[in-house]
């Protein structure tokens, strides 16, 4: 493969993406951040420079979905695999682009990817696949006019009525429209209606692919092109048996690829849109998100109307589609009797001092960000507790591992597994309750991606093959959730670990993250 080289400097400055000003988190400038681009094979490497000041913070990277086989350091999480990168500082990411799709990546930081520190990446795959035209990224984004760390107070804190995170507006590649007279009274922050949509052109006749990849905050979004069929051909990083939809559903983190055909006879203007369901499914105020498609030579007023499927799915926006609808294009049998089943059960719950967390199986997350799990394993440091008190789960040389998760809450969870595309063998609607220790879907060859929605009052059972030495975070991807310590951590094959020879940088890290932290907080 090739070396993709970028250069990435996160720090602050205003965004007003909905026509609302913001002071946002920026790369190089952008919001959302650019677009990292490799082919399957290549070595992707970013120098990540942390320039965000004023107040200073630290930052981390993460590669969504890549499985960084042999490089588990390169990871990009506070606390698990690395130390953060202080402000001044800079670090070099360097990992395969191990898998071939759409994707993105985040900050790990805090909930910082909501503040704007995310960007689209996309590794091309096979040059076989049957599109003529790759439209490229479309980011579907909930989108709150509060900071981050704001909203991050309010949901962990101890007045009921700001625990709701309640968003903006809702964002195709970070534009849309927004009624300026929605402002709070008394708020003076410049602010201009209808900022604009995005666009984008079709050509007749040709077949377009379109990476729709939802790195929002937390609502799961409806997504569907007036008057035009998809066909969908991946979910996260793993290319599926094409079938055919009006709607798409994503659930925070995930992705999904469809191919859209554009009649030989098109013309006119056409909305994309979005939605997210509100109360339980999310805390959405927003309007619906819209683009625009068009063919000829700008883009026109759309007056097309959604399809009655789409308006009917809103419904129904507490789960993922049908487990059993997506098969994997390339068939793996999961071991139908692992030697170890793992419960989780997801609890919300207030602490001693009255504030929110969530917890699995009793415990929030506690990471220490100046001792890594991933360092200290390989370090053959065994004086921390490697154990689920400290949400820390040493499955040892454990060939697989089932994962039975149960969500007797009454919220969705889009659950987020770093390292694998585990398999999905079995998801329940809501309100199914535990999971009833009953028939797995499709054994023999399951749906296998990287995020899987736990619906609420319901479960999903899940599975790894052990391949893939590390300390790999188990999440909900509600950014607002694995803040406030929805989160633990799988340690893979330990033994392994401590042969890995972890590059000198990564000891460096921590040496500065300490100075840091011990010089200006
Ligand atoms: Cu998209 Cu733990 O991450």
Redesign the pocket.
């Known amino acids: 493969g090739v070396l993709r080289k970028y250069d990435l400097t996160v720090g602050r400055g205003t965004a007003a993406p909905d026509g609302y000003l913001k002071n946002s988190l920026l790369i190089n400038g952008q919001f959302p951040g650019p677009l990292l681009e490799a082919n399957w094979g290549d070595t992707i490497q970013v120098t990540l420079h942390n320039q965000i000041t004023g107040p200073q913070e630290g930052v981390a990277l ?1 590669w ?1 979905g890549i499985l960084q086989k042999s490089t588990p350091w390169m990871d990009g ?1 506070p606390a698990i695999s690395q130390c953060p990168i202080p402000y001044g500082q800079s670090f070099t990411y360097s990992f395969i682009a191990d898998l071939y799709g759409s994707s993105w990546y ?1 900050s ?1 930081y805090s909930a910082q990817y909501s503040g704007g520190l995310f960007g689209p990446m996309i590794i091309h795959g096979p040059p076989t696949l049957p599109y003529d035209i790759d439209v490229g990224p479309i980011l579907v984004t909930d989108y709150y006019h509060r900071d981050y760390l704001t909203v991050l107070r309010d949901v962990m804190g101890t007045v009921p009525a700001k625990v709701p995170a309640f968003s903006d507006n809702n964002l195709i590649n970070g534009r849309n429209n927004f009624d300026c007279s929605k402002v709070a009274a008394g708020d003076t922050t410049p602010c201009v209606s209808n900022a604009g949509l995005s666009s984008f052109k079709f050509t007749p006749g040709k077949t377009h692919l379109l990476r729709l990849i939802n790195a929002g905050s937390e609502g799961m979004q409806k997504f569907s092109l007036d008057d035009h069929n998809m066909t969908v051909i991946a979910n996260d990083f793993v290319p599926i048996i094409p079938y055919t939809t009006q709607v798409v559903t994503l659930g925070i ?1 995930q992705r999904t690829d469809v191919l859209i055909y554009a009649p030989a006879n098109a013309v006119g203007s056409y909305t994309m849109r979005s939605s997210i369901a509100g109360y339980p499914c999310s805390f959405a105020h927003q309007p619906d998100a819209t683009a625009i498609v068009y063919y000829g030579t700008s883009p026109g007023t759309s007056t097309s109307t959604p399809w009655p499927a789409w308006v009917d799915s809103i419904a129904n926006s507490c789960q993922n589609d049908p487990v059993n609808q997506t098969v994997p294009w390339f068939p793996i049998t999961p071991d139908p009797a692992p030697p170890v089943t793992q419960l989780v059960t997801i609890g919300l719950t207030t602490n001693s001092s009255g504030h929110t967390i969530w917890t699995m199986n009793n415990v929030a997350f506690r990471g220490d960000y100046n001792a890594p799990i991933l360092l200290l394993s390989n370090s053959g440091n065994n004086s921390y507790p490697f154990d689920p008190e400290w949400n820390v789960y040493n499955f040892g040389s454990s060939s697989s591992v089932r994962f039975v998760i149960n969500n007797p809450t009454g919220f969705p969870h889009p659950i ?1 597994l ?1 390292g694998h595309n585990f398999f999905v063998l079995a998801a329940g609607a809501p309100g199914d309750g535990n999971f009833p220790d009953g028939a797995l879907t499709n054994p023999k060859n399951p749906q296998r991606r990287d995020v899987q929605v736990v619906p609420p009052n319901s479960y999903i059972v899940i599975q790894l093959t052990s391949d893939n030495p590390g300390a790999w ?1 188990l ?1 909900c ?1 509600i950014a607002w959730h694995v803040s406030a310590g929805l989160y633990l951590t799988v340690l893979e094959r330990p033994a392994d670990i401590k042969n890995l020879k972890i590059p000198s940088i990564m000891a460096q890290t921590c040496r500065e993250w300490s100075a840091f932290t011990n010089t200006t907080i």
């Open positions: 993460h969504h999480v985040h790990h983190a987020h770093h975070p999440h991807h």
